[in-house]
Nanobody
Framework: QVQLVESGGGFVQPGGSLRLSCAAS????????MDWYRQAPGKERELVAT???????GYADSVKGRFTISRDNAKRTVYLQMNSLKPEDAAVYYC??????????WGKGTLVTVSP
């Protein structure tokens, strides 16, 4: 059973910050890209941020300048630092991991609520 577990979600007021983590178990070999997606109620899942093994990052336009994706390869963990959160950022955030073998894994999601 592959373990890919997100954590760090919760309640935050607009303008606040939150840090998400996603840890890949050793059962997932040769981890390459690690990405964060999100899905709000009534909307399709969208790519938020991506990071390669070498640390090259990419972001959705809606979060540029506010979110930062990073990774610790030794810990097999990807992070998403979210600052200046807006109500429209509220969603379930999902971690996605790709391997060098072309495999694709999803976490079960962590809920982020942004509300006064």
């Amino acid at each position: 059973q592959v373990q890919l577990v997100e954590s760090g979600g919760g309640f935050v007021q607009p303008g606040g910050s939150l840090r998400l983590s996603c840890a890949a178990s050793a059962r997932i070999f040769s981890v390459n890209n690690m990405d964060w997606y999100r899905q709000a109620p009534g909307k399709e899942r969208e790519l938020v941020a991506t990071i390669t093994t070498g640390g090259i990052t990419g972001y959705a336009d809606s979060v540029k300048g506010r979110f930062t994706i990073s990774r610790d390869n030794a810990k097999r963990t990807v992070y998403l630092q979210m600052n200046s959160l807006k109500p429209e950022d509220a969603a379930v955030y999902y971690c996605n991991v790709r391997t060098s073998f072309g495999e694709n894994y999803w976490g079960k999601g962590t809920l982020v609520t942004v509300s006064p």
